[in-house]
């Protein structure tokens, strides 16, 4: 099984600045990794999948860039509405598997 | 609007089984793969299962394999997971999501509780 690693595990920022967020794999997923924000009480929403591709609907502030074992996501910008937990997790391999996390709080 | 509606949760004694739904709306359930995924309490994600458009192929995590069946019905825009031989650490949130990879969409989950 192909475990995921993400850090920092809190991320304090604020508003308006860039917030960034790695994921590393224990073996190469090649380009089989989705970014997802997760707020309290929600399911989660995939933002980022291809480990680069934006889904739809997500602005253009969220990025996500990598391949093999090391991946980043990327915040240009943070809104108010972007303090949340953001999980990578990879598709490459069965099973597939989530990192624990990485929650971005307000400074 | 895409939906996933699921159903079926509750509290069960270790060794019993439930069966859970997800009723979907507002996609063209046949183009998909679906999944289960499921969170316990204080815990990560795990994926738990998946099975293709046609049924004819499906996934388990080690953990429930054998012990866990996933299924869909077409015709009634649902999918289910039967749970057996349920253990505590099988306690956790269900989710049903659409697709195998990337999940698209996800449901708001299903609290299972296996405790005597």
């Known amino acids: 099984e192909i475990v995921m690693t993400q850090s920092p595990a809190t991320l304090s920022v604020s508003p308006g600045e860039r917030a960034t967020l790695t994921c590393r794999a224990s073996q190469s997923v090649s380009s089989g990794l989705a970014w997802y924000q997760r707020k309290p009480g929600q399911a989660p929403r995939l933002l980022i999948y291809g480990a680069s591709t934006r889904a739809t609907g997500i602005p253009a502030r969220f990025s996500g860039s990598g391949s093999g074992t090391e991946f980043t996501f990327t915040i240009s910008s943070l809104q108010s509405e972007d303090f949340a937990v953001y999980y990578c997790?990879?598709?490459?391999?069965?099973?597939?598997?989530f990192g624990p996390g990485t929650k971005v709080d307000i400074k | 609007e895409v939906q996933l509606v699921e159903s079926g949760g509750g509290l069960v004694q270790p060794g019993g089984s439930l069966r859970l739904s997800c009723a979907a709306s507002?996609?063209?359930?046949?183009?998909?793969?679906m999944s289960w995924v499921r969170q316990a309490p204080g815990k990560g994600l795990e994926w738990v299962a998946n099975i293709n458009q046609d049924g004819s192929e499906k996934y388990y995590v080690d953990s429930v394999n054998g012990r866990f069946t996933i299924s869909r019905d077409n015709a009634k825009n649902s999918l289910y997971l039967q749970m057996d031989s349920l253990r505590a650490e099988d306690t956790a949130v269900y989710y049903c999501?659409?697709?195998?990879?990337?999940?698209?969409?996800w449901g708001q989950g299903t609290l299972v509780t296996v405790s005597s």
């Open positions: 507002g996609i063209t359930f046949t183009y998909y793969w």
């Open positions: 997790q990879q598709y490459n391999n069965w099973p597939f598997t």
């Open positions: 999501a659409r697709d195998r990879g990337a999940l698209g969409f």
